[in-house]
């Protein structure tokens, strides 16, 4: 949570208006003036109660929390790592051992770096600290797609077709003397690149980290249309466009209200099919399907849906960041409904996925 001096002014004016023993009015005043997301209401009652605890108890709630949170096996409480990282920031660091007489000698043949460990690292268990190195590394990924043939043509001395319409404008100009046969080649383009993804509760994680990808992406491509759902579907295309990363996601919040909310997965592929597939999938469209599949109206309408989406574009991959688990299984009538209509399924959970999906978009694949 990012609170600048002008929040920190807000709240101390809120606490003079209010019954300072009273703890649910504290609460309100704080909550009225510092939180900007709604997802953050779950992070501040946490904090909230843990800064009121006994000092011990709370330095004891903190390494519980941090290592609940280093569990990625587990899904831990929203922010828990973070919370807990920043109440133990404020105590004061134990003195430093004495130094030894004899340093040790650590042989270091077998570890692993600090960044192939972000590499494999899954967003649910980052501190906030690995976040922001993981959206420095997102920032740096290229999203190659092979070039697809268009209609149009363009002149080339050395094109492989020969333009039988302007070699004969350019006789007539030189009055009927034939000098040169002209030729053209046909202009070659990445195709659009289409992303729709999932906000609600199981998926805000990711799609907190996600966005940096999508915000990169759109920022070094042209062609690039953005989809946000939850209960409902946005276009955050045209917020995505802006330089600024800040000033693109706080545009987006803005925008989006149904931040970890429910899933209406079938309803959302429905309304894009129905407003927005003949606009951005035309030309072999390649459409990312960011989601996990877990629909509240378990799985009602979403095979057609999916359906006439994979029919609509050149290829559709599914990313789910459920497939992190070794022992993934379809259970889920939502998943079962979608599996079959897509083109690819994937896992995207982590810097090494994502590379992964790059490596696989960059590849030629026959028609």
Request: positive net charge; charged residues 30%; glycine residues 6%.
């Amino acid at each position: 949570m990012q609170v600048g001096p002008g929040d920190a002014l807000g709240a101390a004016e809120a606490l003079t208006l209010i019954e300072l023993g009273d703890r649910a009015s504290v609460r309100a005043a704080l909550k009225a003036t510092l939180l900007r997301r709604h997802e953050q209401a779950e992070i501040f009652d946490a904090a909230f109660e843990l800064f009121w605890r006994d000092p011990e108890r709370a330095a004891a709630a903190a390494a519980f929390a941090l290592m609940e949170a280093q569990k990625p096996e587990e899904k831990s409480k929203p922010g828990g790592r973070r919370i807990a990282e920043a109440m133990a920031g404020d105590r004061p660091k134990p003195p430093p051992p004495p130094p030894e007489e004899q340093p040790r000698q650590l042989d270091a043949a077998m570890t692993v770096s600090e960044r192939e460990r972000l590499q494999t690292m899954d967003f649910e268990a980052m501190s906030a600290a690995e976040i922001n190195a993981a959206k420095q590394e997102i920032r740096r990924l290229v999203l190659p797609l092979d070039e697809r043939p268009t209609r149009r043509f363009r002149t080339d001395p050395l094109g492989p077709r020969v333009d039988m319409r302007a070699t004969l404008r350019a006789t007539t100009r030189q009055g009927g003397e034939f000098r040169a046969i002209l030729r053209r080649r046909r202009i070659t383009r990445p195709p659009p690149l289409v992303a729709i993804c999932d906000i609600s509760g199981s998926m805000a994680r990711y799609a907190q980290i996600l966005l940096h990808f999508l915000h990169a992406v759109t920022n070094d491509r042209e062609r690039v249309h953005s989809f946000l759902f939850g209960t409902r579907l946005s276009n955050i295309t045209r917020q995505l466009k802006h330089r600024d990363p800040e000033i693109a996601f706080e545009m987006v919040s803005h925008m989006v209200p149904d931040w970890s909310g429910g899933t209406r997965i079938g309803e959302a592929l429905e309304d894009f099919n129905r407003h927005w597939g003949r606009r951005v999938l035309g030309q072999g469209a390649v459409v990312l399907l960011i989601t996990d599949g877990l629909d509240r109206e378990g799985g009602r309408g979403l095979a057609e849906a999916t359906d006439r989406l994979k029919r609509s574009c050149r290829r559709l991959i599914w990313l789910n960041p459920l497939l992190r688990y070794a022992g993934f299984q379809p259970k889920s009538q939502g998943i079962k409904a979608m599996l079959p209509h897509v083109h690819e399924f994937r896992p995207v959970h982590n810097l090494a996925s994502l590379r992964e999906l790059i490596e696989a978009l960059g590849e030629k694949k026959r028609r």
